[in-house]
């Protein structure tokens, strides 16, 4: 499986912006069976894990985050979405999609840039 990650962009703090991840050449019963995180490497930071969302819906989010950003997802889309809400400058960075399945294997996105300007 191939990831396309997008939805990046410049935003004032406040703002939001909602990153996708696509599961490009996959159907969706393969897609079904991956847990898939969002990370963000931030200017002078290690990669941190932002949410994560599994096969069955289970989510997981970073303490920073919580109430601010949603993680989900779309199987007629064979999407996953990062919802981030009121964001702040602390926020910037590069966020990479990451999905992992048991019987498939795993796969990286490419990087999309969000900046947040104060």
């Known amino acids: 499986v191939q990831l396309q990650a997008s939805g990046g962009g410049l935003v004032q703090a406040g703002g939001s912006l909602r990153l996708s991840c696509k599961f490009s050449r996959s159907i969706t019963s393969v897609f079904n069976t991956y847990d898939t995180t969002w990370y963000r490497q931030s200017a002078g930071k290690e990669r941190e894990l932002v949410a994560s969302?599994?096969?069955?819906?289970?989510?997981n989010y970073a303490d920073s985050v919580k109430g601010r950003f949603t993680i989900y997802k779309d199987n007629s889309r064979k999407t996953v979405y990062l919802q981030m809400n009121s964001l702040k400058p602390e926020d910037t960075g590069v966020y990479s999609c990451y999905a992992k399945s048991e019987l498939y294997g795993e796969s990286w996105g490419q990087g999309t840039l969000v900046t947040v300007s104060s």
């Open positions: 969302i599994t096969s069955d819906g289970t989510t």
